[in-house]
């Protein structure tokens, strides 16, 4: 029994850890090993150390023997919502306003990762890796002028990866690799229907919150090619699969520990049709999108040494995703649906290195990274998500030849970020308004060949 517990504690930790804040477009996570000094150009191409497992297995063939590889990445995140004449859901004049711009959603939040490779020998090598790749955290002061729609938003992975690659000559690797995904997601807000009558009175629903938590595990894939074109030139290209989720959870109400906020929601929870029981369970399926990856790196001299990349990222998987009650007397029906209605990006990055002395290296790069929201009126309050420009600097120190430190740091520049969330038709009312929305993130990654 203690080894069944302790084995079902295990993924929970880990999703704990491995909980993020959304630093690429969408609530994908880019924190996956080394490279944030060049913005993650040449990621499918450089395969400088073991963390090329998630960015292309292939390139484990340019590896030594054996190496490991991991770091920490600190991402905080910036969004402060500046209102334009919202307007708040159908509520009671009895309950608590909800005024307020929520002050900033956004968080620090440490993304780690992990990565092992193993030459078999000279031409087949084997590894694993541990990362998230998927993340968002939103957290407003409440109550907000959009509370209804959310308060607080958090979606957490864990991805474990493991992969072989094999040279098919000097000139030509492949590789591939299988993922188990494990998802977790909360989200609360306010209940926004109007004022209930009972047989005692009328009670004001401001004070309960909904919460909803669902999970789920599933499986996908990735495979990739490295291309040696020249001594200086190498080419990489990668797939990850799309992965499907079938989750499952429940949806509670929450009184603020006040007599009526509590009266409310166990009236709410007993006899009204709108929620259907004090813990109604739902179901909500969601397909996290796959993403092709074409790199390049070319050293230009003794010194400098250019990376590209290309990356291209299926988002439009993400269309509405419908919360379906699967218990109480609304079974079968729809709790709620998250109007997502996604595009598919791209991503453009460019790097350089600069070889000091055998030892110290100084990085750089730009990217650019496109937000698969369409407009103002798809935006949602738990993902206010924009455009983004990266700028980053880095250096590589390697203390000994088995020893590499990477040190980074990026500054993501976002536009103005407008949003008109109209959901007054299901109680819960427009958001309007724009955001003023940053990121900064600091990464270490250490690599060792043994």
């Known amino acids: 029994m203690a080894r069944q517990i302790t084995m079902k504690l295990i993924p929970a930790l880990f999703l704990v850890v491995f909980s993020g804040a959304a630093s690429a477009s969408g609530f994908q996570l880019l924190e996956q090993g080394s490279g944030l000094g060049n913005a993650f150009a040449g990621s499918a191409a450089k395969a400088n150390d073991a963390s090329t497992i998630f960015w292309n297995p292939a390139g484990m063939t340019q590896l030594q023997a054996r190496e490991v590889s991991g770091g920490l990445t600190a991402v905080r995140p910036s969004f402060k919502f500046n209102d334009k004449g919202s307007q708040v859901g159908v509520f009671s004049a009895g309950g608590p306003a909800l005024a307020g711009d929520g002050g900033d959603a956004g968080s620090w939040a440490v993304i780690p990762n992990g990565y092992l490779s193993w030459a078999l020998n000279k031409d087949l090598y084997i590894g694993v890796g541990i990362g998230a790749p998927f993340g968002n955290a939103t957290k407003y002061d409440k109550p907000w002028r959009g509370s209804a729609q959310s308060d607080e938003f958090d979606i957490e992975t864990i991805n474990i990866n493991p992969s072989i690659a094999y040279r098919v000559n000097e000139k030509v690797s492949l590789g591939a690799g299988f993922s188990w995904q494990k998802i977790n997601a909360d989200y609360y807000r306010q209940v926004a229907v109007g004022p209930l009558p009972t047989p005692v009175g009328t009670l004001a629903l401001p004070q309960v919150r909904s919460h909803m938590s669902i999970s789920d595990d599933a499986w996908g894939w990735n495979i990739g090619a490295l291309f040696t074109v020249s001594p ?46 004090r813990a109604s369970d739902v179901k909500a399926d969601l397909k996290v999108p796959d993403t092709f990856i074409a790199s390049v790196t070319q050293q230009l001299s003794d010194r400098w040494e250019m990376l590209g990349d290309v990356s291209w990222t299926g988002w439009s998987s993400i269309q509405n995703v419908d919360i379906i009650r699967t218990s109480g007397v609304q079974d079968g029906k729809s709790a709620q649906v998250l109007k997502a209605k996604f595009d598919d990006t791209w991503r453009v990055a460019l790097g350089a290195n600069y070889k000091y002395t055998d030892a110290i290296k100084f990085m750089f790069g730009i990217a650019y990274d496109q937000t698969p929201v369409k407009n103002s009126t798809t935006r949602l309050t738990s993902l206010p998500d924009n455009d983004r420009t990266w700028f980053t600097v880095g250096t590589q120190w390697k203390p000994a030849k088995e020893q590499t430190l990477e040190l980074g740091a990026a500054y993501l520049y976002i536009p103005k970020t407008k949003i008109n969330q109209n959901e007054t038709a299901e109680g819960r009312g427009t958001v309007y308004g724009d955001y003023d929305s940053s990121v900064w993130i600091l990464g270490a990654q250490y690599s060792l060949a043994f």
């Open 232 to 277: 200086s030139t190498k080419v990489g290209l990668s797939y990850r699969s799309t992965v499907q989720f079938h989750t499952d959870g429940t949806v509670k109400l929450q009184g603020d520990g006040t007599t009526a906020g509590n009266a409310t929601a166990a009236v709410l929870s007993s006899s009204n049709p709108v929620v259907g029981g």
